[in-house]
């Protein structure tokens, strides 16, 4: 099954190095089957403070799931407990924002 999530500059280099997930200090992590909902609502700068935040949203990633060790937590949500050690592989990289940093445009 293929599912999105959105991500910080820092976790989609750990996930792109490890070929996983990465759930180094979060217990949970929330992935998405609807890519309209990660698109237009997570990564619309207004998604859980990332408008004081910006860039906590600046890419979008693709999986590959079993269907294994996950709570359903909406119709749009997908949470995982990282203590179920769930599998989910990385796919590739759908999107990178332009992110600034120190005054210098970075784009992945």
Known sequence: MT???AMCHE????TINNGYASFDTKRYKWFSQN?????NRV???KFNNSKFKSHRYTYLLEFEWNGNNCDFISTNEIQF???K??????????????RK?????NVL
């Open 3 to 5: 599912i999105y999530r």
């Open 11 to 14: 976790e989609m280099v750990k």
């Open 35 to 39: 890519l309209e909902f990660i698109v």
């Open 43 to 45: 990564m619309d700068k």
């Open 81 to 83: 407990d990282r203590r």
């Open 85 to 98: 050690n769930p599998k989910i592989k990385f796919i590739k990289t759908l999107l990178a924002l332009p």
């Open 101 to 105: 940093t120190e005054g210098i445009l």
